[in-house]
């Protein structure tokens, strides 16, 4: 039972299947994440969308290495949360190992799912949201302060 296999190929490396740091000290059961955060939601300090990680620990959404790298930042404040979960392209990442981890503990991927893709059924669909909301919005918002509305 592998609903996600389809999903292997978007992500350049095979992910580390042992990473020693998948335990309840550095991840928040799947339970408490429960209408918390949405993958629709932005970067909490820079109100990116899309590239955007949530810290498994502590379910901040925060922005990846792409775009202002305030997940990597969370995690050199706070070693205690290494492990993230992308809402781009759904992969697990941990910021101890430097690597891409698939973990049993790490059940997170169903329930955004169900919010990103909804009643989705074709892959080719859903490997075309995934490849569309990855690297998006790296715009200098500097520029383009007019207009914007909440
Ligand atoms: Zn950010
Ligand atoms: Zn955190
Ligand atoms: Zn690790």
């Known amino acids: 039972m592998n609903q996600f ?41 820079c109100e990116v969308t899309g590239e955007v990680w ?19 930042e969370h995690f050199q404040e ?13 992969s697990y990442w941990c910021n101890l190992c430097q690597e891409y981890i698939e973990h049993s503990i790490l059940n997170h991927k169903s329930l955004f799912y169900d919010q990103k893709f909804g009643d989705i059924t074709d892959p080719t669909q859903i490997v075309q949201i995934i490849k569309q909301s990855k690297h998006q919005n790296v715009i200098n918002e500097d520029d383009n ?5 909440e």
């Open 5 to 45: 296999s389809f999903m292997e190929g978007l992500v350049a490396v095979t992910p580390k299947l042992d990473c020693p740091h998948c335990t309840s000290d550095h991840v928040t059961d799947v339970q408490e994440f429960i209408g918390g955060p949405k993958v629709t939601d932005p970067c909490k300090k």
């Open 54 to 72: 949530i810290c498994l620990k502590c379910q901040e959404v925060l922005c990846s290495r792409y775009v202002n790298g305030h997940m990597a």
């Open 145 to 149: 302060e007019e207009g914007e509305d």
């Open 78 to 90: 706070d070693n205690n949360h290494p492990i993230c979960f992308s809402f781009a392209d759904f």
